[in-house]
């Protein structure tokens, strides 16, 4: 059975398939051990790196400077990789080309945001469920589930999982180890689209409704409604709002490298919203009339730190300081029992050169043509994620209802099996 | 006075159009340009200092009214103010000491004067403690009604001695602009060299194997990064880019060419960043009276975030940026807006600026300040070239300093004269 190289995704499903056999008595350690989240890949150490490295499909070049602090996660892939991807596709016959085509999608930034990469993900799985037939000699379960784990590290290495998809995959695997052992191989099929589409329709779209209406009632006449980055979710609500008939104003606030606020902003402004634009920078110089900022999340952790796109830190601190609610909308699936303190342990390094080239802006690219000594001695860091303290965000909206930080571990705890038996 | 008044529209002109960048090259400027007007000015012979401070005043109005957010240019025009004052002073006393006037004598001669400030034995006596004691607040407050009477006095005390004394009269009045060029002369050095003096501190502030960060471009900060290198204390630097005019890269260039330990990050990434930093060291673009910053715009984040945190804030500032203003709404009235065509591309977001649909106003507004403002609680420690100072001792120093330089203020000095001299005179008599 083909072992994930990297066990990132969800609890090591082989013990409970391998328990399942052995029959009730269970070790009660395994039982304990299956609830801790599993150990990551440690990319400081050598000989794991080396050993991954021989696995892999894209080719890892050397990442030269890189930062001592991050050494622990992995370098960034960037869309120089595609072509290497693209004349390796008749070789990966195991790969489904639809979950082909979504790891190149990631690669190269097409896909991106928690809830889009997620139902991406789910509909090429459920595309190559309804392809697969169980080989000879074989259980549905256990040879879907390696398949299944083996789309997922070709996924892993195209970009790391965001933390939506980590518990996406979670429930799918949960869902084949559960499936009765009497259903013939098309029904079982069946009932994993099924149980796919369920997850989708219950867990993103139909809660993005709810959370629509709980932070629509946030939102007064003549308000000052700021958000930052691009969050689909915040989009949604701020339009929906429009729609109802809501008077407010939008500020969009816009960081380096991405950019993704500019998007954002256009979408707005086409639906008729007035809309204030501004970079990270000046957030103190806006914040004076907001009176609600509306942020979105990758996943919010169960200290109640708030996993977001880079820069929304910035965003809750100088709210709170100028003593302006914040509230984070999320849906209750990207919730995850980890819990993190700052924003070093567990991040996503980026392209570091869009951070010295600034696109559509000859005047400002001061780092072209460096020296090899200069190279030596500069280092580019280009995160994707930070991790914002519980005590900047008022409220989280979910599709549970409007929660204070502090609630987070609840809903994990007790809403978490409820999903998982759907 | 031609001359100078093409000078001083030329100066107008750069300020006006912002041509000159950096607070330290603006005030150098200023202080040049007044000194050419000061040895352009034609002096009489009595109440020297009133014309010159006349002059330096009409002019310095014109310059601050030209470019209100860079406030180097206020501060230099109040330093040569004082310049003026003091010059005048010690040269009064100088010439006062040398002529063995009588106490009875003046009290006559000044006694029937409305608004004519008394020059008693213990104004003299005050006068000649001042310039050989270093200033302390009582000598401050002493000082105020003698500042303000020199002028008079020099011309009261000229009449009544006669011609004996318009000789000295006519040398002194040269001395007086030479005695006040220099001392502008000496400022301009002072500007030039702020940055070494704050960076001779560096070494005291910065320990081995520390981590620093910095937002945006000061060229106090680099003299001050390196001169710690120089000797040779190792470090490493985070370099937050400072959009949208990117002046971090600038820096990590220079940096690196300097040999430094540097990583760029994005503006976004300070928070993330900042729990493992060791200390924040930036520059200023102004420094108000109450002890806040007027500093690049971002640097509010990141001061709050290091608060946060716990990391010392450091200011560099030299002291030509040491302004005595209070400053009131600091983000509205202290602060120039850009071109929005830094954010936004005009071409790619012409479609968003339609004014067409419903109101008829444009739905897109683009927000893009230059400086922001950081309260004086958000900073530990200001690094100026006369050493290292809390937020609330530069409220302190500044108090005084305007105190005693305020001339139009003079009505209200010479009250507060009167009650003091009689005091005084009444101590020194017994």
Redesign the interface.
């Known amino acids: 059975m083909k072992q994930p190289p990297q066990k990132k995704d969800g609890p090591p499903v082989a013990s409970s398939v391998a328990a399942s056999e052995r029959g009730v008595d269970r070790p009660v350690e395994k039982e304990r051990k299956k609830d801790l989240p599993p150990p990551r890949m440690q990319f400081d150490d050598e000989s794991r790196v080396d050993k991954a490295k021989r696995r892999s499909l894209l080719n890892q070049p050397e990442a030269r400077n890189r ?1 001592e ?1 991050f050494r622990h996660l992995p370098p960034h892939k960037n869309g120089s990789q595609l072509p290497y991807l693209e004349s390796k596709f008749f070789e990966l016959h195991e790969m489904h080309p639809s979950v082909y085509k979504v790891g190149l999608q990631y690669l190269t930034g097409d896909t991106s945001g928690g809830n889009a990469r997620c139902i991406a993900m789910l509909q090429a799985f459920q595309e190559a469920i309804r392809d697969y037939s169980t080989p000879p000699e074989k259980t549905l379960n256990r040879d879907l589930t390696s398949k299944i784990g083996g789309f997922v590290s070709f996924l892993i290495e195209c970009r790391p999982l965001s933390m939506s998809m980590g518990n996406a995959i979670r429930f799918l695997k949960s869902r084949i180890a559960r499936l009765p052992l009497t259903l013939s191989e098309s029904e079982a099929k069946a009932a994993l689209c099924s149980d796919i589409d369920r997850f989708i329709n219950e867990k993103i779209v139909l809660a993005d409704k709810v959370i629509l209406r709980h932070a629509a009632t946030k939102i007064r006449d003549g308000d000052v409604l700021l958000t930052y980055g691009s969050s689909c979710v915040v989009e949604m609500i701020l339009l929906y709002a429009h729609e109802i008939g809501k008077q407010f104003r939008v500020v969009v606030v ?4 991405m950019l993704e606020g ?1 998007k954002q ?2 979408r707005l ?2 639906k ?15 914040m ?1 009339e907001v009176t609600r900022v509306f942020l979105g999340a990758s996943s919010i952790f169960s200290n109640g730190t708030v996993y977001s ?3 929304t ?2 965003v809750a ?2 709210a709170h ?1 100028f003593h302006v609610p914040v509230l984070v909308c999320c849906e209750a699936y990207k919730f995850h029992e980890r819990v993190q303190l ?3 342990c567990f ?1 996503e390094l980026g392209d570091p050169d869009a ?2 080239k ?1 696109p ?2 000859e005047d ?1 690219n ?2 072209d043509n ?1 020296t090899d ?11 994707k994620y ?2 914002t303290p519980s005590d900047y965000i008022s409220v989280i909206v979910t599709d549970y209802g409007m929660i204070p930080p502090t609630s987070v571990p609840v809903i994990v705890r007790e809403y978490r099996k409820e999903y998982l038996l759907i | 006075m031609p001359d100078t008044q093409a000078l001083v529209n030329d100066f107008l002109n750069k300020l006006k159009k912002r041509k000159i960048e950096g607070s330290q090259a603006t005030a150098k400027q200023t202080a040049e340009l007044l000194r050419s007007v000061i040895s352009q000015t034609r002096v009489p012979y009595t109440n020297q200092a009133a014309a010159l401070i006349q002059s330096v005043k009409a002019v310095g109005e014109g310059l601050i009214a030209a470019n209100p957010v860079e406030l180097a240019v206020g501060n230099v025009v109040r330093r040569v103010l004082h310049i003026i004052r003091e010059e005048d002073l010690s040269l009064t006393t100088a010439a006062m000491a040398g002529l063995n006037l009588s106490a009875v004598s003046d009290d006559e001669d000044d006694v029937g004067g409305d608004n004519q400030p008394v020059l008693s034995a213990a104004a003299i006596a005050a006068a000649s403690r001042s310039t050989l004691r270093p200033p302390s607040l009582q000598t401050l407050l002493e000082d105020v009604p003698d500042s303000a009477a020199v002028p008079h006095t020099s011309s009261s005390g000229g009449d009544s001695e006669g011609k004996s004394k318009s000789a000295d009269k006519s040398s002194r009045s040269r001395k007086l602009k030479h005695d006040v060029i220099e001392a502008v002369n000496e400022l301009i050095q002072d500007i030039n060299t702020c940055h070494e003096q704050i960076a001779e501190q560096a070494v005291e502030n910065i320990h081995q194997n520390e981590v620093i960060l910095t937002l945006g471009s000061s060229r106090t900060v680099l003299e001050f990064l390196c001169a710690a290198k120089e000797k040779k204390r190792s470090f490493r630097v985070f370099v937050a ?6 002046q971090g ?2 820096l ?2 220079e ?3 300097r ?15 900042i ?2 930093v060791n200390m924040v060291i930036v520059g200023a673009h102004a420094v108000m009276a109450n002890g806040g910053v007027i500093a690049p ?2 640097l ?2 990141v001061a ?2 290091a608060q ?1 945190h716990a990391v010392p804030f450091v200011v560099l500032a030299g002291s030509h940026k040491l302004c005595p203003l209070y400053p009131h709404h600091p ?1 509205v009235l202290l ?1 120039e807006l850009r071109s929005p065509s ?4 005009f071409g790619e ?1 012409s ?2 600026l339609d004014f067409g ?2 109101i008829g ?1 444009p ?7 230059t400086f ?2 950081v309260p004086p609680k958000l900073v530990s420690l200001f690094i100026t070239d006369t050493g290292g100072h809390n937020p609330s001792y530069i409220a302190e120093i500044y108090q005084l300093f305007v105190t005693s330089l305020r001339g139009e203020d003079m009505k209200f000095k010479s009250e507060i004269m009167k009650t003091n001299c009689v005091a005084g005179g009444n101590l020194v008599k017994s």
Not at chain 1, 272 to 286: D, E, K, P, W
Not at chain 2, 342 to 345: F, I, N, Q, S, V
């Open positions: 930062v602090l816009d960081s380096r490298p500019q902003l256009r402004v086409a008729g919203l007035s809309c204030t634009y501004t970079q990270l920078n000046a957030i103190s110089y806006v004076h796109r880079v820069g830190a910035s601190m100088v300081a700052d924003s070093i991040n951070v010295s600034v559509g802006r400002v001061y780092l460096l000594k200069q190279k030596e001695n500069l280092q580019l860091l280009n995160l930070d991790a | 880019e400072g959009a949208p005019r990117y890269h600038l990590a260039k940096l690196v060419t040999g430094l330990q540097t990583t760029l990050i994005t503006d976004s990434a300070v928070f993330a960043m729990s493992r715009v971002g509010n984040m709050l975030a946060k983000e602060n830094e954010l936004l591309d977001f479609d968003c649909s419903g106003a739905l897109l507004h683009v927000v893009n300040p922001d403002y």
